[in-house]
C-alpha cells in the first residue's frame, strides 16, 4: 500500500489495479510451475494436496471464478482509491473488517473454532492498528488530502 501512495500522483488507480492484477498473475503462474517442477505433491500434506490436485472446470465453475474475479478488481480498485487520498494508518483499520468476516465464513464453510491463540493475534493486530490510529490523530495529521489527485 506504500507504493500505491507514492505512485497515486502518477498513475491512475486503474493503472494500479491493473499492474497489481498483472503482477498477481505472473507470479502465480511462476509459483505453479515452480510446484509443479518441485513436484509437492510427493508430500504428504493437505495444503499441498489440495493446491497441486488436478482441477475440472466445468462453466459453473468458470462463471463463480469469473464474478469472484471481477468482484475482486471492483474491491481492490476502491482499497486502492482510498489509499490514494487517505492517510494510510487511517485507512489500515476499517481493512479489519476482514478479519471479521474470515471468522464467519471459517465457521460457516468449514466450521473453524477460534483457539486462544488466534484471539491473542487477532488482538495484537487490532490492538496495533488502533494504537497507530491514536497517535496519529494526536499528531493531527491529515486524514486526507487536501487537495483532489487529478
Known amino acids: ?36 517442477a518441485i513436484e509437492f505433491s510427493q508430500y ?9 490436485r488436478s482441477w475440472e472446470m466445468n462453466s459453473n465453475n468458470f462463471y ?4 469472484v474475479g471481477i468482484l475482486a478488481i471492483i474491491g481492490h480498485t476502491l482499497i486502492i482509491q ?32 477460534l483457539d486462544i491463540g488466534a484471539y ?6 487490532v490492538g496495533g492498528g488502533l494504537y497507530i490510529f491514536y497517535r496519529e490523530t494526536i499528531r493531527n495529521e491529515l486524514v486526507a488530502i487536501d487537495k483532489p489527485l487529478r
Request: proline share 3%.
Open 1 to 36: 500500500m506504500i507504493i500505491i501512495k507514492k505512485t497515486s500522483e502518477k498513475d491512475s488507480v486503474y493503472t494500479q489495479t491493473f499492474h497489481m492484477h498483472l503482477s498477481a498473475i505472473l507470479f502465480a503462474i511462476i509459483l505453479g510451475l515452480a510446484g509443479n
Open 44 to 52: 504428504n500434506n493437505v495444503a499441498f494436496e489440495f493446491i497441486f
Open 64 to 67: 463463480l471464478l469469473v464474478c
Open 82 to 113: 482510498a489509499y490514494r487520498i487517505g492517510f494510510p494508518p487511517t485507512i489500515a483499520p476499517f481493512e479489519y473488517v476482514n478479519l471479521v468476516w474470515a471468522i464467519i465464513i471459517g465457521n460457516i464453510i468449514w466450521n473453524e473454532q
Open 120 to 125: 491473542i493475534g487477532i488482538g495484537l493486530i
